[in-house]
C-alpha cells in the first residue's frame, strides 16, 4: 500500500455522445486521475457500455435509471473501503472519501456532482429540484467539493461577459452564501467554446475549511475530445492510499525458442548430490536459473489502449495529426482551421475502424483454421455475453 499527496479529480462535459466519452476514458492522460466527473451523458447509454469502456481502471457510480445525466468514475488504485457512493438522484451522485491532511489527520470529503436542465421553465422560474437537493447535501457535517453544470449565468463567474440573468440563480446564490461556498474557477473563466460564443457554466465550489487545500483548478486543453466544452482540473493537498494493481505475465506469449535455450544451458547439466547440503544448493540454483528465465522470456502484460493487437503506427500517425490540427484550430481560432479539424477527426475515426476491423477479421479466420484456439473464442464469447447482461 502506497499514499500520494495530492487527490486529482477530473471534470469533463460529454455533450450526451457515446463517442466522445469513449476516446475521452481510454486516453492514457485520464487514467492517472484519481476521480472522473462526468456530466451530461447520453440517456440512451446503458450502465453495460459505461462498465465496458473502463472497466480494467476504474470503479463506476452512476444512478441505474436511463434518465441519468451524471456519473463518477474511481480510479481501482484508490482503496475499496476508503470511500463511499450515493445516488441522490439521477441529475446528482456523490462520494464520501476518507483522506488526510498534511498534519496526517483524518478529513473526509464529499465529492458531488450536480447537472441541471436547461429547460426554460427551471432557469427562468426559482423552482428547480436540483438546486433545493443540493441545499439539503450540503447541510452534512463533512467538507464539500461541489462540481456542477447549472447552465446559469452569472456575473459572479462570467464576468462582463455576462448578459442574461437567469431567475434561478437567486436561489443558487443563496445557497452559495449561506454555506460560504468559495469559486474555485477565476472569474471570467472560459469553460465552453463554440464558433460564436464563450460561456462559463461548468463549475466548481469548495467547503470553507478545505479552501486553504486547493493546490490549483484550471483547464487542460490537451484532454479535449471534440466537445465543446472544456475539461477542468482540481488537484487538492490531501492524502490518499492506494493499492499497486497487480500485475500478470504474458504467459501465451513467451518466447518459447529463448526459454528452451536457458533450460539447456543452466539446467540439464549433470552433477553430483550426494548429500542433503548438495540437494539444497542445487534446488536454489534452479530456483535462481528459472526466475532468471522468466524474466528473459516472459514480459509483463501492459494496460494501455495502444497495447492492443489492432494498434500500428498508421493508427498512431493520424491521431497525432488530429492532436496537431486541433491546436491550430486553438491558436487561429477560424472557421478554416476548425473544419478542416472536423474532417480529420472523421477521417481518424473511420480510419481506426477499419484497422480494427480487420484485426478482428484475420483473428477470426485464424481462429476457423486452428481447433486449438478455438477454445480460446469460446471463453471471449462467454464473458463478453456475461458483461452486457
Known amino acids: ?40 451523458q447520453d440517456c440512451n447509454i446503458n450502465a453495460s457500455q459505461m462498465f465496458n469502456l473502463t472497466h480494467n481502471f476504474f470503479h463506476l457510480v452512476r444512478d441505474s ?60 422560474t426559482e423552482e428547480s429540484s436540483t438546486i433545493s437537493r443540493l441545499n439539503e447535501l450540503i447541510k452534512d457535517d463533512c467538507e464539500q467539493l461541489i462540481i456542477e453544470d447549472f447552465n446559469l449565468h452569472h456575473s459572479y463567474w462570467e464576468g462582463r461577459r455576462c448578459f442574461t440573468y437567469h431567475t434561478a440563480m437567486n436561489a443558487l446564490l443563496n445557497i452559495v452564501m449561506n454555506a460560504r461556498l468559495k469559486l474555485l474557477l477565476e472569474s471570467d473563466t472560459i469553460t465552453r467554446e463554440t464558433y460564436n460564443q464563450l460561456t462559463t457554466i461548468n463549475l466548481a465550489f469548495d467547503s470553507e475549511k478545505i479552501q486553504f487545500m486547493i493546490h490549483k483548478c484550471k483547464m487542460r486543453i490537451d484532454l479535449h475530445q471534440k466537445s465543446d466544452y472544456l475539461s477542468i482540473v482540481t488537484k487538492l493537498c490531501l492524502r490518499t492510499f492506494f493499492v499497486q494493481l497487480t500485475t500478470h505475465r504474458l504467459w501465451k506469449k ?28 542445487r534446488v536454489a540454483e534452479i530456483t535462481h536459473v528459472l526466475q532468471e528465465i522468466i524474466e ?67 483473428q477470426m479466420h485464424k481462429l ?14 462467454r464473458i463478453e455475453s456475461q458483461l452486457l447482461k
Open 254 to 281: 513467451m518466447n518459447t525458442e529463448a526459454l528452451n535455450a536457458h533450460l539447456r544451458i543452466h539446467l540439464l547439466v549433470d552433477c553430483s548430490l550426494d548429500d542433503k547440503t548438495a540437494i539444497d544448493d
Open 368 to 381: 476457423s483454421n486452428e481447433l486449438k484456439l478455438i477454445w480460446r473464442f469460446a471463453k471471449w464469447v
Open 1 to 40: 500500500m502506497m499514499n500520494q499527496i495530492f487527490l486529482r479529480i477530473l471534470q469533463y462535459n460529454i455533450r450526451k455522445s457515446l463517442k466522445i466519452q469513449k476516446s475521452f476514458l481510454i486516453d492514457r492522460e485520464v487514467h492517472k486521475f484519481d476521480i472522473i466527473i462526468i456530466q451530461k
Open 65 to 124: 435509471s436511463s434518465q441519468a445525466r451524471t456519473c463518477i468514475y474511481v480510479n481501482k488504485h484508490l482503496k475499496l473501503n476508503q470511500w463511499a457512493m450515493k445516488i441522490i438522484e439521477s441529475n446528482i451522485c456523490s462520494i464520501k472519501l476518507q483522506t488526510s491532511n498534511l498534519k496526517d489527520e483524518i478529513q473526509t470529503l464529499r465529492l458531488i456532482n450536480i447537472y441541471n436542465s436547461c429547460s426554460l421553465f427551471i432557469i427562468f
Open 296 to 362: 528473459k522470456s516472459i514480459s509483463w502484460a501492459k494496460s494501455s489502449i495502444q497495447a492492443q493487437d489492432f494498434w500500428n503506427q498508421i493508427c498512431l500517425k493520424v491521431v497525432t495529426k488530429s492532436w496537431w490540427l486541433w491546436v491550430v484550430w486553438k491558436l487561429q481560432s477560424t472557421l478554416e482551421t476548425w473544419n478542416d479539424y472536423l474532417r480529420y477527426n472523421d477521417h481518424k475515426n473511420k480510419i481506426i475502424k477499419e484497422t480494427k476491423r480487420s484485426h478482428f477479421r484475420s
